[in-house]
Structures are given as C-alpha cells and as structure tokens.
C-alpha cells in the first residue's frame, strides 16, 4: 500500500496521482510535480490517502517539492507569459502558411522548455516555426498535437443546453459515448443535436445512460403486444421513459385507436419479432381473410346467374318451336 495524494495542473483536467512520504497535505495545497510538460505548478485535490493493489512495475511518481511563495510568484510570471507566447505563435504560423490552430501555450517552471498545442486536419512540417519560436524565447520549443476533443477542453465554450462545456468546465477524464446511448433514451440520431461542439457525440449523453437502462428493463419495447385493464390488446407505438408512459395503438373492429395509458396499468403480452407487430398483424390477417370470403362470394353469385340466364334461354327456344308447329 502506498500513500499518495491528487493533484490538477488546470482549471479543469484530469487528477493525477503522485505518492508522498511521510508528509501531510490539504486540499488546496500546492506542489512541484514532474509532468510530460515539464515541471509544473499544481494543486492538491485529493488529500492524504492509502493507494491499494498498487502495481509494482508502474507505481506512481513522488512530488518534487511542496510549492513555496517564490514558486507561486514564478508560476503567475510564467501563466502572464502564455497569452503573449500564444498570440506571437499564431502569427508566425500564418506568416509561414502553416495551416495549423495553436491552441494553448504552456511554460515550464524549472526546465527551459516551452509546450504548444495544436490541431490540424493533416502534417504540418512546422520546422521552421520551431526555430524561430527558439530564438524568440531562448528556450527548447516543443509543438504537440491534440484532437478535437482536447482542442474543445482546451478552449471551452457554451454547449448546445446554454452552459458551459462539461469537458472545460468538471470533467477530469473522457467518457466514452456511442450511438446506443442516444437510442436508448429516445433520442433523434441528428448529428446537429447529438454532437457536442467538437464535432463528437455530446459527453452529457453518458450522464443518464445507467438510469435509462435500468428502467428500460421493465418497460415495454416499441412494437410489443400489451392488454389493458380493460382486456383490449394492442401494439405499443411510442414509450415515455422518464414519465412511465405508454402510447398503444388498439385494433377495435377493425378501427386502430391510440390510447395513452400508464405503465404499470399494462400487461405484456408478446414480444415483438421481425416484421409487422402482433396486434398489428392480427388485424391485417382479419381484413385479409374478410376480402377473400367476399371474393368467393363474389365468384359463386355470377355462375348462379348465368345458370339462371341459360336455363331462361333454353325455355324461350322451346315456346317458340311450338308456336312454329301450330302455324304449319
């Protein structure tokens, strides 16, 4: 067992653990840590706490340092520094014609390097950029890329619900998020309202998907057969999760009617298979076989008639044979 401590070196971004020795920290506390940054400025998050199951071929890093007032007073200098370091890149960038986004800058404190991050749609040889933010800045340069999700982290902005991005503003990590989700809480699949503002699918969709599943354990699917209080079956055409709702299509002598009822006032009577659903189907075969008994109706009353015709002909011959013979 190991003890370690969480630290955050942004606003918002992911909890990193650092093991301590010995020494007691408090949430709001601040340390020197050795990042793939450099070494960076951070804060504690994360008091005191015993690690367990700790792997011994990746154990966490130690903190360099607690953080003194001359770190902290160098750490403003630098982060009053990033914004003009950021601006000077993007110039250079357009200058060369390097179609690149510079998206944040990064000083580190104790090391002579410089971090800049970046989005692009293809490689950018920014070589040339590197030297010259090199004798700019008299420090090693280096340029990472990110996606564009990280690029929106990075950034921030205002979501599609009229509040800051959840990623800029208290998700330490990336959730994953598919398709299914959306599907599963009754969602239209429209790209414009199920992507969020980098272009992926929304992050919040991850936020109900447990609740969602597990109340769409006991409710009835979309196209299954249900029966009413009342004994009438029908087919279920739209379900209201977070209501408990149900909308059912009834098949009332021949008549579909749509009945909006509550879940617990339903009894599921057959699933739903491939194809047409069950009450559905029931009601179709009953119009289908209808048709056929008028269409066999239809057939056996012509043949009558004809008989009828025929015989009526064969009757009128013979009068007028004998009316023949009289007149000889």
Known sequence: MTEVIGVRFRE????ETYSVTGEQFRRGDHVLCETQCGVEYGTVILGNYTLCGCKAENPPQSILARATEEDAARAAVYKSKEREALLFCRKKAEELGLNMKIISAVFSLRDDKVLFFFSAEARVDFRVLVKEL??????RIELRQVG???ETKLLGGMGNCGRPLCCHSYLSEFMPVSIKMAKEQGLALNPQKISGACGRLMCCLKHETDTYAELNKTLPRKGDSVQLTDGVRGDVVEVSVLKQALRVACYVNGEK?????AVADTVIVERKKKGMPPAQKRAADAQREAREKEKKDGEAMPGAREGRARGGKR???????RAQEKKK
């Open 315 to 321: 009757g009128g011959g013979q009068q007028r044979d």
């Open 257 to 261: 009617e749509l009945r909006d009822v």
């Open 12 to 15: 918002v971004g992911t909890i």
């Open 148 to 150: 564009a999700r990280d």
């Open 134 to 139: 090199g004798a700019q800045y008299q420090r």
